[in-house]
């Protein structure tokens, strides 16, 4: 594993873009190797219902995800793309489809809608009852880019609160976490994970893996502070639980265990290879962040919490 994140090597953290710019734009030059994804996270934080909706764009035919032969396309007003989302709830809802999305004035199709409105956005899902109004006022972004060959990775995040309906269902203390990513085949297998809490802290990691790791990222951000773990750093996945722990090199040190309890398990199939990505919405169960010998930060201090965990690895791989 590098010392050092390979991360901070290549990367860029300012966009000459605003996030709109950015997300409905639809003009990404798209390699066979390429793969341009949005995507949607929502949760209710007081009953822990969580939705995703991943919208993909891709140029590789033929294509499969989730066993659904997916077609894609692009005449400028419009694109074909895969459609996927799921909901867990009491139980799980696992859809996947392959939509036309007209892009005149934001992103509509036969079952989903995402376009701007007055100091927001307006998201609804057809199929899952589902209408919500997020609010662009109390939003905050991040944007990575990694300089790496001709088609560079990169993702842009928008963070904001949302109220209105999931499955029928009103929510009135509503998050939402908004992606674009630009990714590039052979995807590298990665463990990910975010805890978000009410009041706008978040816990994060991330480990791409080429059998084993090449670099292991944790960090904690709450006020506008954000803490690196750096030193120490343990994430480990046993039996549906998460183990994160790290000490920064300031002296701060964090412990956090979060539970899996369901699974969401996608598919991205060609020919030669099948990819396989674990989506695993999720509770937190501890955390702890102390310095000499004080707590700073607890999971019992920092209000109601939701968390979604990734487990991605190859089944299948070929030349």
């Known amino acids: 594993m590098f010392g050092r994140n390979l991360e901070d090597l290549i990367r860029d953290t300012a966009s000459d873009r605003s996030f709109d710019e950015e997300f409905f734009d639809f003009t990404d030059r798209l390699y066979p190797w390429t793969t341009v994804y949005r995507f949607f996270f929502l949760t209710d934080l007081v009953d822990k219902t969580q939705?995703?909706?991943?919208?993909?764009?891709?140029?590789?035919?033929?294509?499969?995800?989730?066993?659904?032969?997916?077609?894609?396309?692009?005449?400028?007003?419009?694109?074909?793309?895969?459609?996927?989302?799921?909901?867990?709830?009491?139980?799980?809802?696992?859809?996947?489809?392959?939509?036309?999305?007209?892009?005149?004035?934001?992103?509509?199709?036969?079952?989903?809608?995402?376009?701007?409105?007055?100091?927001?956005?307006?998201?609804?899902?057809?199929?899952?009852?589902?209408?919500?109004?997020?609010?662009?006022?109390?939003?905050?972004?991040?944007?990575?880019?990694f300089h790496?060959?001709?088609?560079?990775?990169?993702?842009?995040?928008?963070?904001?609160?949302?109220?209105?309906?999931?499955?029928?269902?009103?929510?009135?203390?509503?998050?939402?976490?908004?992606?674009?990513?630009?990714?590039?085949m052979p995807f590298i297998p990665w463990r990910w994970g975010r805890v978000f809490f009410e009041g706008g802290a978040q816990l994060d990691f991330y480990e791409p893996r080429i059998i084993l790791p090449l670099y292991k990222s944790i960090n904690f951000e709450i006020d506008g502070e954000r803490m690196e773990f750096r030193l120490d750093q343990e994430i480990s996945l046993r039996d549906g639980l998460w183990v994160i722990s790290g000490t920064t090199q300031e002296g701060e040190s964090l412990t956090a265990r979060i539970s899996s309890y369901s699974r969401v398990a996608h598919s991205f199939e060609t020919k030669r290879s099948t990819f396989i990505y674990n989506e695993m919405p999720s509770k937190l169960e501890y955390l702890s962040i102390r310095k000499n010998g004080s707590e700073l930060y607890s999971h019992r201090t920092l209000g109601e919490s939701v968390a979604n965990c990734e487990d991605a690895y190859y089944a299948r791989i070929g030349l």
């Open 51 to 145: 939705l995703m909706i991943g919208v993909g764009q891709k140029k590789v035919s033929p294509y499969w995800i989730n066993g659904v032969e997916t077609e894609f396309s692009s005449n400028g007003s419009q694109c074909k793309v895969g459609l996927s989302f799921w909901c867990q709830k009491e139980s799980l809802i696992h859809k996947t489809r392959n939509e036309v999305l007209d892009l005149r004035g934001g992103m509509r199709s036969q079952s989903f809608r995402f376009i701007s409105a007055d100091k927001g956005y307006l998201l609804a899902l057809k199929d899952l009852d589902t209408e919500v109004f997020l609010d662009d006022s109390a939003s905050k972004t991040d944007y990575v880019r």
């Open 148 to 184: 790496a060959g001709i088609s560079p990775f990169y993702r842009h995040n928008k963070y904001l609160p949302f109220t209105g309906r999931i499955m029928g269902e009103p929510v009135e203390k509503g998050f939402a976490f908004v992606q674009k990513v630009n990714l590039n």
